[in-house]
């Protein structure tokens, strides 16, 4: 599933060159992807086997500190991965090797990713419902992605947006009857 989104990403110019198909089959990835799909796969088989409980919040923390060890990855890739953000004249612009200094968006994924770290363990104190860590994750993460996205040099080909974003929108509207609920801060 993720190297679908990246070929959707992309498919305007695979049309001029359909050579990079076969790059993009290889290289392309994302972790929206892999969220998304891993969550579909999860409910599925959780309806088909007949479990009604959450099972995700047991997976938030090592899918935090995951993805920011993997944003260190695609840092250190430079250009190659397509993780950079468009060009910037901020002092912190990143030249990744092209002469172009760009927004470091890897670095503000990593920074939000541990914001949001220390924000569900504060949050995991008050009362909560099962799965909520996990609902509350996948919301604030595609949030981000929706956001920082927009900084992304990547093709918007749907209302001005890219793949990925079409995909976070998809997942924030299937999470979004939860969002009052995630809001709501009750002692233990």
């Known amino acids: 599933m993720p190297r679908c989104w990246r070929v959707l990403q992309h498919a305007p110019e695979l049309w001029q060159n359909w050579q990079q ?18 969550l579909a796969g999860v409910e599925l088989t959780k309806k088909f086997i007949g479990v009604s409980r959450s099972t995700g919040d047991a997976f938030v923390y090592p899918l935090i500190v995951g993805t920011a060890v993997g944003r260190i990855g695609c840092f250190l890739t430079g250009l190659s991965d397509r993780t950079f953000g468009s060009p910037t004249t901020l002092p912190w612009g990143v030249d990744f090797g092209d002469g172009i200094h760009r927004h470091p968006a890897q670095l503000y994924e ?47 080909p749907v209302l001005g947006l890219s793949a990925i974003q079409v995909a976070c929108a998809l997942g924030i509207l299937y999470y979004s009857r939860s969002v009052v609920e995630m809001f709501r801060f009750e002692p233990p």
């Open 21 to 38: 198909l076969f790059w993009l089959l290889v290289q392309g990835k994302t972790v929206v992807g892999a969220l998304l799909g891993g």
């Open 110 to 156: 990593i920074a939000f990713l541990l914001g949001l770290l220390l924000f569900l363990r504060v949050r995991s104190r008050s009362h909560r419902q099962e799965g909520d860590l996990f609902k509350f994750y996948m919301l604030a993460y595609l949030g981000f992605r929706f956001i920082i996205d927009f900084i992304k040099p990547d093709l918007r």
